[in-house]
């Protein structure tokens, strides 16, 4: 093994301990996201997908990602990201991304979606609030 091999590995050992306190902080119950039963593609491409959060508190930016997959289940596409206030109330959210039409038809389709935070100290981490995962359906328009 060579030098470089081994100042890589332990350079990625580090970097999975610095990140693995953060990722187990996992979905904190007060914590909500939700998906909506639908999503929409438009002829140009454009994928919408939306949903309600709610989050008590947070101490950095934080935001709601979203991804969806058709088909091959390996493959996920990123559909924007949005902002997200953490005041106890509800909100919607909203994210679209034009893909290559074609990519996402009408139908069946899987979402992820994370509520996430990054903390405000040092190295940005990610903090995740919730994650939602479920199958919804994709309309035209």
């Known amino acids: 093994m060579s030098l470089r091999q081994v100042i890589g590995a332990a350079t990625g050992a580090a970097l999975l301990l610095l990140v693995a306190p953060s990722a187990v902080?996992?979905?904190?119950?007060?914590?909500?996201?939700t998906v909506d039963p639908a999503g929409h593609v438009a002829a140009d491409g454009t994928v919408t997908l939306s949903g309600t959060y709610r989050c008590l508190s947070a101490s950095g930016p934080v935001f709601v990602s979203s991804s969806v997959s058709q088909g091959d289940s390996r493959?996920?596409?990123?559909?924007?990201?949005?902002?997200?206030?953490?005041?106890?109330?509800?909100?919607?959210?909203t994210?679209?991304?034009?893909?290559?039409?074609?990519?996402?038809?009408p139908g069946t389709a899987h979402v992820e979606a994370t509520l996430m935070e990054l903390s405000a100290t040092g190295l940005p981490l990610p903090m995740?609030?919730?994650?939602?995962?479920?199958?919804i359906?994709?309309?035209a328009g």
Not at 25 to 33: G, H, K, P
Request: charged content about 25%; overall charge negative.
């Open 25 to 33: 902080a996992v979905s904190r119950a007060s914590d909500e996201l």
């Open 75 to 93: 493959v996920y596409y990123g559909i924007g990201g949005s902002s997200a206030v953490c005041d106890g109330a509800e909100h919607r959210w």
């Open 95 to 105: 994210n679209s991304e034009k893909r290559a039409p074609g990519a996402l038809t």
């Open 128 to 135: 995740f609030h919730a994650i939602q995962d479920q199958d």
């Open 137 to 139: 359906k994709v309309v």
